[in-house]
């Protein structure tokens, strides 16, 4: 059922059942299995990802670091350090949401500067 574009624009993500992402809950799963790694139809199965889905999320977790794989295997990352400092910038993040209300881009826009403003002043 279609939502009016005032809802779909003032309403958080968690609020119009974005909940967790793909990346997210392939991340939050391979690091509960540190120890293993596995096929991406397995990792597909136990994050409810489609399918044809999961090939390109690991593609994109891969880049960024966070997983690796070798043949048809996947598994978390060793590098304990960018693990770390995701988890403390996803912890901050929601406790400044938590503090001060999710951020709305819209507000963003009322407050950055127009272009008059940007320029330099005249030398008078």
């Not at 391979?30 to 489609?50: C, G, K, M, S, Y």
Request: proline content about 6%.
């Amino acid at each position: 059922m279609p939502i009016d574009i005032e809802t779909f624009e003032d309403s958080s993500a968690d609020t119009l059942g974005g909940g967790t992402t793909q990346p997210e809950r392939v991340l939050s799963f391979l690091a509960a299995n540190a120890d293993q790694a596995f096929r991406p139809t397995e990792i597909a199965a136990e994050t409810d990802i489609p399918k044809n889905s999961i090939n390109p999320v690991l593609q994109r977790l891969e880049e960024q670091g966070l997983v690796r794989h070798k043949g048809a295997y996947w598994a978390i990352t060793d590098d304990t350090d960018r693990l770390r400092s995701l988890t403390q910038y996803e912890l901050v993040t929601k406790s400044m949401n938590d503090l001060y209300g999710d951020e709305t881009p819209s507000e963003w826009v009322d407050h950055m500067p127009t272009d008059d403003a940007a320029a330099e002043p005249d030398d008078e």
